[in-house]
């Protein structure tokens, strides 16, 4: 029984939904989790680390990850890139130990098209107007943004309707449970299984 | 949250797999999980009750069921009758309770063309080898007869692996968390979440 190789799992939701700290506990529950950082040529902040809070690459490099199909997934904003690069993440994998990725919609059907086994977890607010008091709660944002974030979650709840599953994240413990428990059951597939078993 | 509809879980395994102990732990360990109770058409043994063991019926009344299609799935075996009522499953799963089959094969093949949002889970044994071991133990069938068992187990096994599970009886309790955290992640699936938010 010890072969078992590592999935990835891509978490998404809007913004304000918690996601941050669902993964942090979920990280800390299990030390073998690999949490994949992300690439990106957007310049470091004061504090952030290369290889810990991303991969910092100039544009250049970024492109030529790009030309070598070394990306999961990549995407623009705000005039920076961002990618998940697949080394890491297939190196995680071969070592038995399921990946997390936190990442945007559009990214998560990119590494779905590419790696159709990768199980992709929606987590959602318990309702719309939760989620609103969240974002307003957190202090940062104007009202302006709030609506825009808000709106830009209810277009992405429609897009994430084929998602293997939905998290309701109402208490974190319960959506943690509950992320567990999908890691659990998406290693008991028949291909991962009859493998194990002397025929 | 509390409108959650009961989902049905088949359980199928080889002979000597050790099923029975694994539901039977299911069973206490979520007294709203409803085990289903088939009907026969075989004479009750003694210490048998109608209604807790199995549904009696006669071979007319098991007839007339069959024609109101009135079973999930129904088979033969040495000139009797058995099936899976759908009555009582639904009935359960109604009520919120998700629903139990220890079924054959066979009858969870039926069960899914009628019921594709069935899920359903094998329970395997960690070899082949240990799965003789097991048989030999229960001291209750001559060689021959094992033999047979296990023969009929490798067909079975072929048969399954169109599962949408396989769960290693290794030890009970690594078995019985997986079931659990299967039915528990089944119950995240975007069908079922999706009505719980608002739009």
Known sequence: MCVKRGKTFIICGPSGVGKGTVVARLLA????????VSATTR????????????????MEQFERWIEEDQFLEHAQFVGNRYGTPQMYVDKAMEQGRDVLLDIEIQGADQVK???????RIYVAPPSWAELERRLIG????DMEKVKSRLAR???EFAAA?????FVINDTVDRAVDEIRAIMTAEHCRPDERIALIDQ
Chains 1, 2 share one sequence.
């Open 161 to 165: 309707k084929d998602f293997d599953y």
């Open 43 to 58: 310049a470091p902040r004061p504090g952030e680390e290369n290889g810990v809070h991303y991969h910092f690459l100039s």
């Open 153 to 155: 979650g209810k277009e």
């Open 113 to 119: 098209m590419k790696r159709p086994d990768t199980v």
């Open 29 to 36: 529950s299990d030390p073998t989790l690999y949490f994949s």
């Open 138 to 141: 957190r202090g940062t944002e």
